[in-house]
């Protein structure tokens, strides 16, 4: 959004998608139409084979020596319920920030 013209593109673009959004949400046909066009047109030669098996796990032991060098320092940040009403009062943040 360095110039205008880009600016203006840029809220053209945000109201289409809140408008679409906007119609999703209010007219549920839409939602069984699109499920209907993604099933039947786009879909329809298409069958997903996943690449990861249901008996795939996480490869946890790739980052294991990084997390147990900073885990401790991670700590202060894990979030308290019993302490704070949210996680930005923790962090000491004030929302919503009044400029």
Do not use: C
């Not at 360095?2 to 209010?26: C, E, F, N, R, Y």
């Not at 990084?66 to 401790?72: F, G, H, L, S």
């Not at 319920?81 to 923790?90: E, H, I, S, V």
């Amino acid at each position: 959004m360095a110039t205008p013209i880009a600016h203006k593109g840029v809220v053209a673009g945000a109201k289409v998608q809140a408008m679409t959004i906007l119609d999703v949400l209010m007219r549920p046909e839409v939602v069984s139409q699109a499920w209907d066009y993604f099933r039947s047109v786009q879909t329809k030669d298409v069958a997903y084979t996943p690449l990861i098996r249901q008996d795939d796990t996480p490869a946890i032991w790739l980052n294991e020596a990084t997390m147990a060098r900073y885990r401790p320092e991670l700590r202060k940040y894990y979030y308290d319920p019993t302490r704070y009403k949210t996680y930005l009062d923790q962090l000491g943040i004030k929302y919503p920030t009044i400029r």
